[in-house]
């Protein structure tokens, strides 16, 4: 079993930032590719970015320039540094562990960019 826990979200003007964090209950973790994930009201999940073992980043075209992840495996966490923010990223983002036996999730950490 792994526990996720995100946590960093808030109520931010745009162009403010904010840093997600993800935790990771087991060590094992660092050894796979991390993903983010949103979810706007009314909206399907999307995948925000992505993060390999050896540090490896995707992003989808809406934070290119803007979002950046990174981890930290001495600390079991991988981050979500976002700038820049839009009232169109307003969203609860989750931290993603796929594995062959288990899809993990954390809870969710909600984002608001709003003046």
């Known amino acids: 079993q792994v526990q996720l826990v995100e946590s960093g979200g808030g109520l931010v003007q745009p162009g403010g930032s904010l840093r997600l964090s993800c935790a990771a209950s087991?060590?094992?973790?660092?050894?796979?590719?991390v993903y983010w994930y949103r979810q706007a009201p009314g909206k399907q999940r999307e995948l925000v970015a992505s993060?390999?073992?050896?540090?490896?980043?995707t992003y989808t075209d809406s934070v290119k320039g803007r979002f950046t992840i990174s981890r930290d495996n001495a600390k079991n966490m991988v981050y979500l540094q976002m700038n820049s923010l839009k009232p169109e990223d307003t969203a609860v983002y989750y931290c993603?562990?796929?594995?062959?036996?288990?899809?993990?999730w954390g809870q969710g950490t909600q984002v608001t960019v709003s003046s």
């Open positions: 087991r060590t094992m973790f660092m050894i796979y590719t």
């Open positions: 993060i390999t073992s050896s540090g490896t980043t």
């Open positions: 993603n562990l796929p594995l062959a036996t288990q899809d993990y």
